[in-house]
């Protein structure tokens, strides 16, 4: 089962969705989306990190750090 954030994220021209997983060993991981529809292109890219963390807010707080990043930065960093 995945915890879905209604909670989009408008940043600039895109809009980012957060979002946490569940692990087997009681943690949860982190993935988002970046979307952007303007213009004649559309871009969507969807981010899941191997990484556990102990608290689902913790996930989520990630995952938007790592959105903001993708969507703020020129050359953003590897994941």
Not at 7 to 20: F, K, L, R
Request: hydrophobic share 40%; with cysteine.
């Amino acid at each position: 089962m995945h915890q879905i954030s209604n909670n989009a994220i408008s940043m600039g021209q895109y809009v980012v969705s957060p979002a946490t997983h569940p692990t087997d060993c009681g943690g949860f991981r982190a993935s988002f989306s970046v979307q952007r529809a303007a213009g004649n292109g559309s871009y969507c890219r969807v981010f899941r990190f191997d990484k556990a963390f102990a608290s689902r807010e913790a996930a989520r707080l990630y995952a938007v750090t790592q959105g903001w990043l993708q969507t703020c930065m020129a050359h953003p960093p590897v994941c």
